[in-house]
């Protein structure tokens, strides 16, 4: 079980807007900042979203983020192929002293 | 260009131990906070354990508190991870990472080492 809560799975057809949700408490999310990462199949996580909607350097500006109290979401406009892959939020938890990770949402390009 | 390089994963016993290494090169280790992010076959990430950069402060996820220790050889620019008392659950593959501090973003990956813990 997750500190930070993620759907298992999302899906958008191509040239559509998804988002994915994370949700957390007043220790994580609340209080820190949050940020997402990347993983392809078979390949290390890679971030894309830091400091809650900060877009990180070479990555597509179709990727942003955005936070709202203890919840966070990432949003992909103008989905390609080449997005399927895994998408993890994370954050620093002040009651744990550890940086928490949502379970990951795995995003399928119809 | 920063290079994050896990070594020292493989096959061990319950209750075995091991020792991960990351040898960095493009960053100082010792100017930057590192962790180690593990991921189990088919499973999410989990955040083992971080030291902050300059001041050496340790942390660890609960579930490997007491068994592994995090370290790093500055001379040598390397992170190292002692796993004792291992368990089946802690098979994984275990990534080095690095961020200029442990409550900020990760800014570089290693390609990971994949530890086995069965008999």
């Known amino acids: 079980q997750s500190v930070l809560t993620q759907p298992p799975s999302v899906s958008g057809a191509p040239r559509q807007r998804v988002s994915i949700s994370c949700s957390g408490s007043s220790s994580n999310i609340g209080n820190n900042a949050v940020n997402w990462y990347q993983q392809l199949p078979g390949k290390a996580p890679k971030l894309l979203i830091y400091?809650?909607?900060q877009v990180a350097s070479g990555v597509s500006d179709r990727f942003s983020g955005s936070k709202s109290g203890t919840s966070a979401s990432l949003a992909i406009s103008g989905l390609q192929s080449e997005d399927e892959a895994d998408y993890y939020c994370a954050a620093w938890d002040d009651r744990l002293n550890v940086q928490v990770f949502g379970g990951g949402t795995k995003l399928t390009v119809l | 260009e920063v290079q994050l390089l896990e070594s020292g994963g493989g096959l061990v016993q319950p209750g075995g131990s091991l020792r991960l290494s990351c040898a960095a090169s493009g960053l100082t280790i010792n100017n930057y906070a590192m962790s180690w992010v593990r991921q189990a076959p088919g499973k999410g990430l989990e955040w083992v354990s971080g030291?902050?950069?300059?001041?050496?402060?340790?942390y660890y996820a609960d579930s490997v508190k007491g068994r592994f220790t995090i370290s790093r050889d500055t001379s040598k620019n390397t992170l190292y991870l002692q796993m004792n008392s291992l368990r089946a659950d802690d098979t994984a593959t275990y990534y080095c990472a690095s961020a200029l501090a442990l409550a900020g973003k990760i800014d570089y990956w290693g390609q990971g080492t994949l530890v086995t813990v069965s008999s």
């Open positions: 400091y809650d909607e």
């Open positions: 030291i902050s950069g300059g001041d050496d402060s340790t």
